[in-house]
């Protein structure tokens, strides 16, 4: 699994690189095997005017099957991360699990 992290109108830090990829790590776990990239687009949209501005957006490609994309915006850039991953890992399991009953019983 490739993973692309971006920031966006600021600065990524160790730190914070670090942070994403272990979340994504832990997030999307069980179906590694089947993902080929993960974009990752860190961005703070009203710069430092503030609000809930901090913006996740994933695009995570899958072998065989439409990318998933996930967003999410809030006031602190590692609760967007939070989110996002979390919300990312439930759907890629469920898109695995739909493609595999798909297989199991024919189309």
Request: glycine share 8%; net charge positive.
């Amino acid at each position: 699994m490739i993973i692309d992290i971006q920031a966006r109108n600021f600065s990524l830090t160790k730190a914070l690189r670090s942070y994403t990829e272990r979340r994504l790590n832990l997030a999307l776990n069980s179906g590694k095997d089947h993902i080929q990239r993960v974009i990752i687009r860190l961005s703070d949209i009203n710069g430092p005017r503030g609000g809930a501005d901090k913006r996740c957006h994933l695009q995570i490609m899958l072998g065989g099957l439409p990318c998933v994309v996930i967003e999410d915006t809030e006031i602190d850039l590692y609760e967007a991360i939070d989110r996002a991953t979390e919300r990312a890992g439930n759907t890629v399991v469920r898109k695995l699990g739909r493609q595999q009953d798909l297989f199991r019983h024919g189309r």
